[in-house]
C-alpha cells in the first residue's frame, strides 16, 4: 500500500498480481499483447481505482509485463495515486486542454505515452462496445498506433469476473443486507398520498446509512431506484416523480444494495388496494416459475437451463414474457449492476460454476401493468444460496 | 399528448415541433441528411424520452422529414409510447434476443429499419464522442448502410440547446432551490464523528423530498454527491466512504439539484477546526477571482473572458489552477450534468449569450488538499443571474 492511499483498500495486492497473472495467461491464449480497459468496472477491478471521473476519457492498460497503467485527466490522477496498487510511474495524467476538444483527444495522449513504452505494437484488445469506449476514441487510437492490429476486447475482463471470490461474496453479502433493509423501510412507509421523490428519499436512506448491527454504510447503486406505479409499471426503466401514490396501483421497487461498489439488486411488487386478478395469477406463475429455476441453478446445468425451467412453468401458465429473466451481476458502476457476460435466456449455454452470481429478474411488464419479484443467487456446490431474505410475495397494503 | 402519456409533460408538443425546426434548417446548413442522437439528454430534448436505459443501444432518429423516430430495447417502447410526443408508429422497439449479444447487434436492427424508410442514403450524423455511441455501434451503422456517408454530429444538438428558454430557466431556478436546501441540510448536520455515508443519505433527502413552499420534488441529478475530505480533496472525482468526518480537515462538497433532468450544481467548503491559512488565502483569491470572473459574464463577451478576468486575480495571489474554470450546463443524464459544448477556459472564444448557463467551477484540487466555491449563473442582458444564494465563504464549524 503507498503512503497516500487511503484504508480499508477493497483487495489486497496479493488479489490484484493473482488477477493480473490470470489476465496474462488468458491474453496470451487468445494472442493479446495488450489490453486497453475502458470499462470502470474492469478498471477497478484490475487497478483499484473507482472514481466518478468516467465521464471524461480514462482507461487502464495492461501491457505485456509489467503492472498495469492507469490513464485519465490528470486532475483525477490525484484520485489514482489514492486508490491503486501500482507506484506512481504507472499513473498518467493528461493536460485539462484535452478535455472536450474539438482540437485534441485524449486518445492521441494516450497513443504517444503507450508508444513511448513500445505498446503500439502486436494485437491490442480494445472494448468496442462499452459505454465508455466511443467511436471517435477508437478512430483516434487506430489513427496514433498504425502498426498495432486492433481486436474486440468486450466482455474479455468481464469473464474473468465471473466466478467470485469468498471476500466478493461476502461483499455481496453485506449488498444483500443493505437491500433488504431498503425493503423494509419502503413497506413501513408506502401508503396512498406518499410522494414518489419521498420514497425515494426513504429509499436512499436505508441503502447509505451507517449500520452499527453490521458495521458498514452503503454505496451508490449503478442504477437509481426503480418504482413505477400502474400503468408506469408497464415500462420498466422510467424514473420517478413527484406525485403521490394511488390506490389501487401496484407499484414495483426495483432497487439494490451497493457495498464496496458489489451490487445485489431485488425486486418486490406492493399493491395498494385489492389487486386485480391478473396480478394474482401472475404472482403465482412467476412464483412457481422461480422455484423451477432456482431448482435448475446447479453446478454442471446452463443458463439457459434455468431460463427453460423457469420459462416453461409460465408458458404453462399462458403468460408470455420476451425478454430474459436474468444477468450476471457483481462489481459496477453507473450505467448497470449486470455484469454483461452471461444471460438468463434460451441460448446462452454457459456452463454455472460455484461462485458466479445472477439476478435472476422475473420481472412481468405487460401492456398496461408490471409485476417483479426477483432473487439474487449465488451459484454453490449445492442448491444456489440465495443472498436476501424476504418473502418473495406482493405485499398488499389494502 | 396521445392518450398514454404521463403528466406532467415538461414541454408542449409546440415546442419539439420549434426544436424540429431549428435542427432542420442546421442539419441544411451543415450538409445532414439524418441525424442519430444517442446521447440521452439529446433524446430528451428531442422526444421527451428520458428513462434509465441508456445501459441498452439506443437512440433517437431525425430523418429528412416527419417528426423524430424513438429506438430502442422493446421493453423500454412502453416507456417510450408514455414519454414521447411523437405517434406511436415513430417508436420502434427491438427484440430482446439483440440484448448484450455476441451473434446480433441493436444497431444492425436499426440498419434495417432506416432502410424501409429510405434513410440509408445520403450523410448521417453521429455523435462520434458520446458515451452511448461505442465503436462498435458505428462499425455495425457502417457496415448495414453502405450507401451512406458517416459524419461526426458529436455536439449538434447540445449546442442547439446552449441558449435555454424562459421556461427552462424557470426548472433551474426550481433546481436551485433544491440545492440551496441541501447546502443548509449539510451545514445542520456537519460535524466531527458524522460519517459520510449518513451525510450523503442528508443530502438526498434534502435533495429529494417534496417541498411545500415551492410545490416540488427532487430528481436524481447526473453525478453523485462528493464529499471528500484532507487529503481526498484533492482529488475532485474520488466518492464517499463510511468512515466518521475528522477534526481539522477541510471537505467540499460537490453537489447539484436536479428538477425536471434540469441541473443546478453548487459547491462549497466546510471545515471542521481552525482553517490553516494557505485555505485562507486560496479562498480570498477564489472569491476575488470569482467576482471578477462575474464581471465579465457579459453578452459581448466570450467564455475565456470569463477565465481571464479569474485566472489573472489567482495568478496575482500565486495560485495555479491548470484545469477548466466551468462549463455549461442544463438538461442532463449520467454520468455529467455538464453540456459538453462551451468550456470556461483560455481558447474558447465562444460569444455570451443571454440565456447561456454554465457552471463557473472554481475548485482548488492541490497536492494534499482541496477547496471548492463555485455559482451556476446565466447570462443576462446586463449582470449575469446567479441561481443560489448561499454564502460563498467557507463555513467553519470549530
Not at 67 to 73: K, N, S
Request: glycine share 8%.
Amino acid at each position: 500500500m503507498n503512503k497516500l492511499q487511503r484504508t480499508p483498500e477493497r483487495y489486497t495486492t496479493e488479489e490484484y498480481q493473482d488477477r493480473l497473472d490470470k489476465i496474462r495467461l488468458r491474453m496470451e491464449r487468445e494472442g493479446f499483447d495488450v489490453l486497453i480497459l475502458s470499462d470502470p468496472s474492469n478498471m477497478s477491478w484490475v487497478s483499484g481505482y473507482g472514481g466518478w471521473s468516467f465521464y471524461v476519457h480514462q482507461c487502464v492498460v495492461i501491457g505485456p509485463d509489467g503492472p498495469p497503467l492507469w490513464f485519465g485527466r490528470s486532475q483525477d490522477a490525484n484520485g489514482a495515486y489514492r486508490t491503486v496498487w501500482m507506484s506512481f510511474d504507472n499513473v498518467i495524467g493528461y493536460p485539462d486542454h484535452y478535455v472536450q476538444s474539438t482540437e485534441r483527444h485524449p486518445m492521441e495522449y494516450l497513443c504517444a505515452r503507450l508508444t513511448d513504452r513500445g505498446w503500439n505494437k502486436g494485437t491490442i484488445g480494445v472494448e468496442m462496445d462499452n459505454y465508455w469506449y466511443s467511436a471517435r476514441a477508437h478512430e483516434r487510437l487506430q489513427n496514433g498506433m498504425p502498426d498495432a492490429k486492433f481486436a474486440d476486447s468486450t466482455g474479455f475482463i468481464n469473464w474473468q469476473r465471473a466466478v467470485k471470490s469468498e471476500k466478493e461474496l461476502d461483499y455481496m453479502r453485506q449488498a444483500a443486507r443493505i437491500v433488504e433493509r431498503m425493503h423494509h423501510r419502503i413497506a413501513d412507509k408506502v401508503e396512498v398520498g406518499v410522494r414518489k421523490c419521498d420514497l425515494v428519499a426513504e429509499i436512499y436512506d436505508a441503502g447509505l446509512r451507517y449500520d452499527e448491527w453490521y458495521g458498514h454504510g452503503g454505496d451508490y447503486p449503478a442504477i437509481v431506484p426503480l418504482l413505477p406505479s400502474g400503468p408506469d409499471a408497464a415500462a420498466p426503466h422510467l424514473t420517478w416523480d413527484d406525485l403521490p401514490m394511488k390506490p389501487d396501483e401496484g407499484t414495483f421497487f426495483e432497487i439494490a444494495g451497493c457495498y464496496q461498489r458489489y451490487h445485489v439488486p431485488l425486486s418486490r411488487t406492493i399493491y395498494l388496494g385489492k389487486p386485480p386478478q391478473v396480478f394474482i395469477d401472475a404472482e403465482e406463475a412467476v412464483l412457481e416459475g422461480m422455484e423451477a429455476g432456482l431448482e435448475a441453478a446447479r453446478p454442471g446445468n446452463t443458463c439457459e437451463d434455468i431460463a427453460k425451467a423457469f420459462f416453461r412453468v409460465l408458458e404453462r401458465h399462458g403468460i408470455e414474457k420476451d425478454n430474459r429473466a436474468g444477468y450476471s451481476i457483481g462489481l459496477s458502476y453507473p450505467p448497470d449492476w449486470g455484469e454483461r457476460t452471461m444471460s438468463i435466456r434460451r441460448g446462452d449455454t454457459t456452463e454455472l460454476r460455484p461462485g458466479m452470481t445472477f439476478h435472476f429478474m422475473t420481472g412481468l411488464w405487460m401492456d398496461t401493468w408490471g409485476y417483479e419479484t426477483t432473487e439474487s443467487i449465488a451459484i454453490t456446490e449445492g442448491e444456489p444460496e440465495v443472498f436476501c431474505d424476504i418473502p418473495r410475495k406482493m405485499l398488499v397494503k389494502d
